[in-house]
């Protein structure tokens, strides 16, 4: 599956790295010689780390590229090996395994996310607590420093990661009585790390998304938005694979009557996705809430792989059943390339339109872009950065602006390099990942009929 997955990044690395944050990180990650670490979600140091790492041995843009589009792959295996070979916990590794293929279609082509990352070490946190409660002597306090460890890096990859987290105590609750002191101390332990982050290491991006949470009193008592209307529409044409699991999960828990664990399974998935469809009632994309979605897989595949999996995966019968869920899932993230692909295009057409016209800094009116087919353009400048320095061999440079006059100020200067948010001097920037031809040729602004019509300035 692993292997799969991570020739599938490779052949479709472009729709990967020159995608909004992941070509904007690679950007910052050449531009600083330095990895580029945000609001303290220190998970990603090792994807970047692989990037930033290409870039010290000199490779080349397209090589650093693949390499950052593969490592989010080897990640995820990683932490399966870890969990497989060193833990001995198959029924966990299967579990991360199912969560690569259950609910991710969308979010393959935009990897930035670190609660993708860190949704692989809740895997490692939940496998490091089960080895504690089966352990005795002096292995048992390796288990709780390693579930420590995956705790701390949890709670800081991404705030919905405390979700899970407590429904991995609450569950164990449930399947370890005896061993309930463990549970409620983690239980413990998750809150305590909640508040010392709120207090000590809050930051701006995460308060902003936390404002999602006034659209309980805007909306109520109609929690019923377009975001939750698209949700069960997906359900049914993209993450039927997690549907029937789902569905699969609470037949079983009906059959044994363990009606605690069903409830505490659908008390999450009912309320989790109201959180995130209200919090998000409209307008975003589905790589993004897609992204936000994906712990509602996690709800799911716990009791199926420490519950229900270990006792009906005893024939032949049932390993193919996992291996057809599998080449499903991976199916489905194949398919879901041709949005991605055709974003790609688009950008692609766009630059060499304005290589023909002798144009390699653009300034266009965010307003008249084909936003179907874009979705996002504020990272149009590192993702034409990119592309056109690996596929041209020449660096262009194209800005959009939802306020046309921002760079007012800046049409007059040479030598610079303008993003939305970043201003370089060519001397400033590696001259092995940015190909300037022509430092003396000033920012311009064009709309898309111009470049349509191959307008010459």
């Known amino acids: 599956c692993f292997i799969i997955l991570g020739g599938l990044?490779?052949?479709?690395?472009?729709?990967?790295?020159f995608f909004l944050d992941v070509s904007y990180m690679l950007y910052k990650i050449i531009e600083t010689d330095f990895l580029c670490i945000q609001v303290n979600r220190f998970v990603s140091v090792f994807t970047q780390g692989v990037a930033l790492t290409a870039l010290k041995l000199n490779l080349s843009l397209s090589s650093i590229?693949?390499?950052?589009?593969?490592?989010?792959?080897?990640?995820?295996?990683?932490?399966?090996?870890?969990?497989?070979?060193?833990?001995?916990?198959?029924?966990?590794?299967?579990?991360?395994?199912?969560?690569?293929?259950?609910?991710?279609k969308h979010t393959?082509?935009?990897?930035?996310?670190?609660?993708?990352?860190?949704?692989?070490?809740?895997?490692?946190?939940v496998a490091a607590i089960q080895k504690s409660i089966q352990t005795e002597g002096a292995k048992k306090y390796l288990y709780h420093a390693l579930a420590i460890f995956s705790l701390i890096t949890c709670a800081f990859a991404h705030p919905l990661l405390n979700i899970p987290l407590v429904y991995t105590t609450l569950f164990f609750l449930l399947k370890y009585p005896r061993q309930r002191t463990t549970s409620i101390l983690y239980l413990i332990m998750i809150v305590g790390l909640y508040i010392i982050k709120q207090l000590y290491f809050n930051n701006y991006y995460d308060v902003s998304h936390m404002k999602g949470l006034d659209n309980f009193a805007?909306?109520?008592?109609?929690?019923?938005?377009?975001?939750?209307?698209?949700?069960?529409?997906?359900?049914?044409?993209?993450?039927?694979?997690?549907?029937?699991?789902?569905?699969?999960?609470?037949?079983?828990?009906?059959?044994?009557?363990?009606?605690?664990?069903?409830?505490?399974?659908?008390?999450?998935?009912?309320?989790?996705?109201?959180l995130i469809n209200v919090c998000y009632p409209k307008d975003a994309y589905q790589f993004y809430l897609e992204s936000q979605y994906l712990p509602l897989s996690f709800f799911v595949i716990l009791p199926l792989v420490l519950d229900i999996l270990?006792?009906?995966?005893?024939?032949?019968?049932?390993?193919?059943?996992?291996?057809?869920?599998?080449?499903?899932?991976?199916?489905?993230i194949h398919v879901s390339h041709k949005q991605y692909s055709k974003r790609l295009d688009w950008n692609r057409a766009f630059m060499n339109k304005n290589i023909e016209a002798g144009r390699d800094k653009i300034i266009v009116d965010d307003a008249e872009l084909d936003k179907e087919t874009m979705m996002l353009t504020w990272a149009m400048a590192y993702e034409l950065w990119i592309m056109s320095t690996i596929e041209k061999s020449k660096t262009v440079s194209a800005v959009a602006l939802r306020n046309p006059k921002k760079f007012d100020d800046s049409l007059h200067v040479k030598h610079m390099f303008l993003?939305?948010?970043?201003?370089?001097?060519?001397?400033?920037?590696?001259?092995?990942?940015?190909?300037?031809?022509?430092?003396?040729?000033?920012?311009?602004?064009?709309?898309?009929?111009?470049?349509?019509?191959?307008?010459?300035?």
């Open 9 to 17: 990044s490779l052949y479709y690395y472009k729709e990967r790295t």
């Open 65 to 104: 590229a693949q390499l950052y589009s593969l490592s989010f792959v080897v990640f995820q295996f990683l932490i399966f090996t870890v969990i497989l070979k060193l833990l001995k916990s198959k029924w966990i590794a299967l579990g991360l395994l199912l969560f690569n293929i259950l609910m991710i």
């Open 108 to 125: 393959f082509y935009w990897t930035a996310s670190e609660l993708i990352q860190g949704m692989a070490v809740l895997f490692l946190f």
């Open 218 to 274: 805007k909306y109520y008592p109609n929690y019923y938005t377009p975001s939750l209307a698209k949700f069960f529409g997906w359900l049914v044409k993209d993450y039927y694979l997690f549907l029937a699991s789902a569905i699969f999960v609470t037949s079983y828990y009906l059959k044994k009557s363990q009606y605690l664990k069903l409830i505490l399974m659908i008390t999450f998935l009912v309320a989790y996705s109201l």
């Open 310 to 332: 270990p006792s009906v995966l005893e024939n032949k019968w049932s390993v193919y059943l996992i291996s057809i869920l599998i080449l499903l899932g991976i199916l489905g």
């Open 419 to 457: 993003t939305m948010w970043i201003n370089n001097e060519y001397e400033d920037l590696n001259k092995d990942y940015f190909k300037f031809e022509d430092g003396e040729r000033l920012y311009k602004k064009y709309s898309m009929d111009e470049i349509n019509e191959g307008v010459v300035k």
